[in-house]
């Protein structure tokens, strides 16, 4: 499906990027954070796995929400920004 995704006319990928220990502190901070815990999360967890069919945004822990959210408006923009000068 992702893959499938590349062929839009626009597409943009952002993951995260978290070590382990990261990921439990996220995690605590979730409503579901009493659903499952450190044990359950170890068997899954296998740290950065990036796509190998597009280059994704590594977001890691140093970006803020704010900062997350502006990098997505800004690549929208520029994307239709880009998309607007081609058609002219």
């Known amino acids: 499906m992702l893959e499938t995704l590349t062929r839009a006319q ?7 990027d978290l070590t382990f220990e990261q990921t439990l502190t996220r995690h605590a901070q979730r409503p579901q954070a009493t659903e499952f815990g450190e ?10 796995q990036p796509l190998p069919f597009v280059t994704e945004t590594r977001i890691d822990h140093t ?9 997505i408006l800004h690549d929208l923009h520029e994307s239709e ?5 081609a058609s002219s």
């Open 10 to 16: 626009r597409a943009f990928f952002y993951a995260w």
């Open 39 to 48: 044990t359950a999360m170890r068997s899954w967890y296998h740290g950065w």
């Open 63 to 71: 970006w803020t929400q704010n900062a997350t959210t502006e990098r």
């Open 81 to 85: 920004h880009q998309d607007q000068t």
